[in-house]
């Protein structure tokens, strides 16, 4: 059981160019997250989907967009990166039930220069 | 949304028991408490979660007063391996539709020899 998959592990970008970050879990959860960590805090959420084909904004997610045409993929995309989206990007699942514990995958490096 | 106030570090010996107190004061009736624990370049792994009591599982011990206004997590003879950040996280405790869960800066615990 691989849990949650992301990939690239980690990825030098030119400002401006477009970037999409691909998630995908195999433990049917209801939910998926996509959080962005910087250097030395805590995370903070881009954006969630609580169900396939639905999907919200979460704390910071200017410059950020999210699909869920499944259950198993949440890829996040950059439309025209810039230099202060360099972060560490998480993606999470979790059951979306009132315990609400996710899970969360070993992350993507992000470097844009 | 319900905020969690955390020592920002700690520092323990191999052998100790280390409890780390998160202060939550606006949690929400039917909101749980999660501890997750977070080693450098990889993702929160949870920890334990609990509602109101006393918790315990194979790696820690989460007690929870009667208001419930702050948890301690208890981790019993620390060893080295258990240098990390750890969370503390509240749900925001209303039907919104998403599961807004708000990562503080933790708590960083350094474990010597």
């Known amino acids: 059981i691989a849990g949650i998959t992301q990939a690239p592990t980690s990825q030098i970008l030119a400002a401006g160019r477009r970037m999409t970050l691909r998630c995908t879990q195999d433990?049917?959860?209801?939910?998926m997250y996509w959080y962005r960590q910087d250097l030395g805090l805590g995370l903070r959420l881009i954006h969630y989907?609580?169900?396939?084909?639905?999907?919200g904004k979460g704390e910071v997610p200017d410059g950020y967009s999210v699909s869920r045409a499944n259950t198993d993929d949440f890829p996040l995309t950059l439309a025209s990166a810039v230099p202060s989206q360099t972060s560490v990007y998480f993606c999470?699942?979790?059951?979306?039930?009132?315990?609400?514990?996710?899970?969360f995958g070993p992350g993507t490096r992000l470097t844009v220069l | 949304l319900a905020k969690t106030t955390q020592p920002i570090s700690m520092d323990s010996y191999e052998g100790q028991e280390v409890n780390i107190t998160c202060s939550h004061n606006?949690?929400?009736?039917?909101?749980?408490i999660t501890w997750y624990q977070q080693f450098p370049s990889q993702g929160p792994r949870f920890i334990i979660q609990?509602?109101?009591t006393k918790v315990t599982n194979e790696v820690a011990s989460l007690f929870i007063p009667a208001d419930r206004k702050s948890s301690t997590l208890s981790l019993p003879r620390v060893s080295l391996s258990d240098t990390a950040v750890y969370y503390c996280?509240?749900?925001?405790?209303?039907?919104?539709?998403?599961?807004?869960?708000?990562f503080g800066s933790g708590t960083r615990l350094q474990v010597q020899p």
């Open positions: 999470a699942s979790s059951t979306a039930d009132s315990t609400d514990t996710q899970y």
């Open positions: 433990m049917r959860h209801n939910a």
């Open positions: 989907s609580n169900t396939a084909g639905t999907t």
């Open positions: 606006n949690i929400a009736t039917n909101d749980y």
């Open positions: 609990g509602y109101k």
């Open positions: 996280l509240v749900g925001d405790g209303e039907d919104t539709g998403r599961r807004a869960l708000t």
